[in-house]
């Protein structure tokens, strides 16, 4: 049976404007808890020993200050790579204005799904096919989900999308799609 683990919305190094603000406030741990974030993530996907890592978008928070976000990702994705796990990326909202991202060279267990159209991976080693579709820019209003490809039979399934599903007030709805 293939096991995985799931993740999305990291916002890695993530400025966290205004907490400055509040008196007292542990600015520092607080902006680097997405880091540490990634960091148990990966540890338990090794400890648990899983196959595949899926990141469901906003793994970055728009463009970097500087190129050592990319640098901390990829030693991260380097360490999963050393205990065999293979890593599948569709891009958020936050990760489409994100110019930088362009020219890291990720290890090879990493693959970015496409943002263009709808892609689908077949792992046959595993059984497994992984259905997803990344945001080519910031504002996707339209349900991606609605153009992924159907099943592949005799295959574990799995959709990966960053979305707002149906919507919450308040709050942006990008790539909105119905649970059913």
Not at 161 to 173: D, I, K, Q, S, Y
Request: net charge negative; glycine share 8%.
């Amino acid at each position: 049976m293939v096991r995985f683990i799931h993740a999305a919305d990291i916002h890695l190094d993530s400025p966290l404007l205004g907490l400055e603000r509040y008196e007292g406030a542990p600015v520092d741990a607080i902006r680097g808890a997405t880091r540490q974030s990634l960091q148990n993530l990966v540890n338990l996907a090794c400890d648990e020993q899983v196959d595949l890592a899926l990141i469901a978008g906003d793994l970055y928070d728009g463009d970097w200050k500087d190129y050592n976000t990319g640098l901390a990702f990829s030693s991260q994705m380097a360490k999963l790579r050393e205990a065999g796990v293979r890593v599948f990326i569709v891009a958020g909202n936050h990760d489409a204005a994100n110019q930088m991202t362009r020219r890291l060279r990720l290890p090879e267990n990493v693959k970015m799904l496409s943002s263009r159209e709808p892609e689908t991976v077949v792992l046959d080693d595993l059984g497994v096919a992984i259905h997803g579709q990344g945001f080519d820019k910031q504002a996707v209003t339209d349900d991606l989900s609605i153009r992924y490809p159907d099943a592949v039979r005799g295959m574990v399934n799995i959709g990966l999308l960053h979305t707002c599903a149906e919507g919450r007030e308040g709050h942006g709805r990008y790539a909105p799609c119905s649970l059913l």
